[in-house]
């Protein structure tokens, strides 16, 4: 009986979790998308009006030219290539699913961030109540894949194996599928659709999993590549259990 409560638990803790960070994704979405597109357009009409005046400009307006431009770059705006950027949003819905996720394990690349008030103070609650959430969720799948490491030291133990080799083998394989799974295998997944070379996809997805989070390298983020739908959900999904693997590490 304790047992079936205790899958209902992660079950329940599980959906709970995800559902919180959909719906975090929404409502960011929502405060956040008109701003920005607003946001584009001016930066879109700034650029316009530079290249019809940029012969007799003087340093005073140029310099506030540059001043614009890099804030518009800094926010995220790119006045690069043509309208149709306008449309696309660093608020749609993958995007925003990826921020509640580096919101809540505490990665924050600081790339994307809410700029409207609502956003900043929703932004607040958000987090103040998803990282303990998070804490949570990643010690209750870390926990259950632990007791998978429990069955095997046991299958191990059965086949007469002795106690302190069996804990070194079962934290080797972890630490070695681990490695593989998570840095590894995502690494040239990164390299394929980032274009980056393949040790700065290992670099990336060190400095994600380790909750430093620089910045320096996000995913999805270069301006005319095309990335498939869903790619940067996929990429947060990777993190939350990258995060539980860690977490059972420290648990081992």
């Not at 304790?2 to 929404?26: D, E, N, R």
């Not at 949003?89 to 008030?117: E, M």
């Not at 949570?136 to 259950?144: E, P």
């Not at 934290?171 to 490695?179: E, P, R």
Request: with cysteine.
């Amino acid at each position: 009986k304790a047992m079936c409560s205790g899958k209902l638990q992660t079950i329940l803790l599980v959906v709970g979790y995800f559902i919180y960070l959909l719906v975090g994704a929404a409502v960011f979405q929502v405060l956040e998308r008109s701003a920005e597109k607003e946001e584009k357009i001016a930066a879109a009409q700034m650029k316009e009006a530079f290249l019809q005046n940029f012969t007799h400009l003087t340093v005073a307006e140029m310099e506030q030219f540059m001043k614009n431009l890099t804030e518009a770059i800094q926010n995220g705006v790119y006045p690069v290539g043509n309208e149709s950027q306008i449309e696309d949003s660093n608020w749609d819905f993958s995007n925003s699913f990826f921020f509640a996720g580096t919101v809540v394990s505490t990665i924050g690349y600081g790339t994307l961030r809410p700029k409207t008030a609502g956003g900043q103070i929703f932004c607040v609650f958000f987090a103040l109540f998803g990282i303990p959430l998070n804490i949570v969720f990643l010690h209750r799948v870390s926990k259950m894949l632990s007791l998978l490491c429990k069955k095997l030291g046991k299958f191990l133990h059965e086949k007469g194996m002795r106690k302190k080799k069996i804990k070194f083998l079962t934290l080797l394989f972890f630490l070695a599928t681990g490695i593989l799974v998570f840095l590894c295998l995502p690494s040239i997944f990164f390299q394929i659709t980032e274009g980056w070379s393949y040790s700065e996809g290992i670099y990336f997805a060190f400095i994600t999993l380790s909750t430093i989070g620089f910045g320096d390298y996000v995913v999805g983020k270069q301006p005319g590549r095309n990335y498939f739908s869903y790619y940067r959900t996929l990429v947060a999904v990777w993190i939350l259990f990258g995060l539980a693997w860690i977490a059972l590490l420290f648990n081992l």
